[in-house]
């Protein structure tokens, strides 16, 4: 059986950075092969070119058994590939049902053929199990209802090959497990699967084969028996990793953070009670959706509050107020850090100063070497790969843009750390390294809250967690209490239990 599609000696650079150099890899039909590697080793660049989102300096693309050159998306598309990016690539201003249709809009002489249309997504948000209108607007869509929503588009194609990179990235346990059932009747419908994920034990239960890259090269590709975590990880990372989760419960200091009645606009009905100590890692589990990204905007003063009292070290916070929430210690990790925790555009030394310019700075004017100083000390201790501050940090991978998020805020030293899915997207050798620094955080007294879709983080990480369901928090447990079965019991609104 020949190949669907085959790549050979593909290289790309960018300014600074050889993203590819000659990667080779092929696809049969009706398979998954799952691509892996560390951040930076060329993963998403790969995928990029297999859709036509950019050229290849060098090397070839066989489609088919024919050599093909895509020039964008469209011809990619046409040809009967489609990628669900990383990033998300939708519209917010139109519904789901035209951003699943974008540029394919049914019409009859000029005129969109609404109903059709949304009849159509309708039924594609119904095989990916998002129970939305698709008439919806995007805006009102939550990261991980966007996931899905970019992975019913992709099934709107009609493709013989999709790419998936990192798309369970925001979703819950319940939701990726509805997309491996849809992966699954793809493959028997004789259409193939490019995987890329950092969760090696998604990796390893999907996978026919896996190929592995390191710095923009193969090193490996693993079949059947082959495919298990610490083969996985010796490929990528070439070296193991024994103690990936390095959390140890320690003293706990007095409360650093408390919320008392806190209602979020999203969730008005659900007054929010939860503590959080000096030198505590708390998890805040839940299903997507069920209101943890809410509450902590709400603390952060991103999202409206509409009564109760959020208390740092006993003194009272002004709500609603970004500004009052950084002057009394608070900081915040988003979910979708290039939106929210970066300007793409400036350059890494700008970015890792630009929540503390009062450091480099005076009456408005930058000292001459500060911002140098300021910022090459968090790129040397958080080992930011970069060719230098001066990069413009859109150039980076996903790894290193989260650290360079967190970087900013540990400039300012803050008394309470909030995370929102603070690995996402994130590789297994970045992700051990945000472990070890949010536990040296933790050992400074600084109180963490984190929000995490991943079951194994809340266990591995946290002293304590909260659970919630549909916007209330159903129940609190001791690192003795957590366990798969109790947070998933809670998570589902099952039952309810109290540290």
């Known amino acids: 059986m020949e190949p669907l599609l085959r790549v050979e000696n593909v290289s790309k650079s960018f300014p600074g950075v050889h993203a590819l150099c000659g990667v080779s890899l092929h696809v ?51 040809a009967g590939i489609s990628l669900i990016h990383q990033e998300l690539n939708l519209a917010e201003n139109l519904s789901i049902a035209e951003n699943i249709f974008l540029g394919r809009l049914p019409s009859a002489w000029g005129v969109v053929l609404t109903k059709q249309m949304r009849i159509r997504a309708d039924e594609f948000l119904n095989r990916v199990g ?20 970019e992975i019913a588009k992709s099934l709107s194609i009609d493709s ?25 009747q793809l493959k028997s419908e004789r259409v193939s699967i490019v995987y890329i994920s950092h969760r090696l034990a998604e990796v390893a239960q999907l996978s026919d084969r896996v190929e592995v890259l390191r710095d923009g090269k193969n090193v490996a590709t693993l079949e059947s028996d082959q495919i298990n975590h610490q083969r996985m990880v010796q490929a990528m990372v070439g070296r193991d990793l024994n103690r990936y989760f390095p959390h140890v419960p320690k003293e706990l200091g007095s409360v650093r953070l408390k919320l008392q009645g806190v ?20 998890g805040l589990a839940g299903l997507v959706g069920s209101g943890r ?95 230098s501050l001066r990069q413009i940090a859109a150039y980076l991978s996903g ?24 690995t996402r997207g994130v590789d297994i050798g970045a992700k051990q390294e945000i472990y070890g620094l949010m536990e040296q955080l933790a050992g400074q007294g600084v109180a963490i809250l984190f929000v995490s879709s991943e079951m194994e983080e809340i266990l591995g990480m946290s002293d304590r967690a909260y659970v919630m369901h ?6 609190e447990l001791s690192r003795s209490q957590m366990s798969e079965e109790s947070i998933m019991g809670l998570a589902l609104g099952r039952n309810t239990i109290h540290a």
């Open 28 to 78: 049969m039909p009706g398979e998954v092969l799952s691509v892996i590697g560390e951040n930076g080793a060329g993963k998403s660049t790969l995928m990029k070119i297999l859709a036509g989102v950019q050229a290849p300096d060098s090397g070839s693309l066989w489609w088919q058994s024919r050599a093909v050159h895509f020039h964008s998306t469209s011809q990619a598309m046409e």
């Open 130 to 149: 998002l129970k939305l209108p698709s008439s919806t607007p995007l805006s009102r869509l939550s990261i991980a209802q966007r996931q899905m929503v």
């Open 160 to 184: 013989s090959l999709i790419i998936m990179d990192e798309p369970t990235s925001s979703l819950s346990a319940h939701e990726s497990q509805r997309l491996f059932e849809l992966i699954g």
């Open 263 to 282: 209602r979020v606009h999203s969730n008005p009905e659900h007054p929010i009670h939860l503590e959080v100590r000096s030198g505590e890692i708390v």
């Open 293 to 387: 990204t809410e509450i902590l905007e709400g603390i952060m003063g991103v999202r409206k509050v509409q009564s109760g009292s959020i208390l740092v070290d006993g003194k009272p916070m002004r709500l609603g107020s970004v500004r009052s929430a950084i002057e009394a210690g608070l900081a915040m990790v988003p979910e979708d850090r290039r939106h929210m925790g970066l300007v793409t555009s400036m350059s890494v030394g700008e970015n890792l100063t630009l929540a503390s310019l009062e450091k480099v700075s005076r009456w408005g004017v930058m000292l001459p070497g500060a911002d140098q100083r300021v910022g090459q000390s968090q790129v040397e201790g958080l080992r930011i790969k970069t060719p």
């Open 399 to 422: 790894g290193n843009q989260q650290k360079i998020v967190f970087g900013k805020w540990i400039i300012r030293e803050p008394k309470v750390l909030l995370l929102d899915e603070p």
């Open 470 to 475: 549909e916007g209330k928090i159903c129940g």
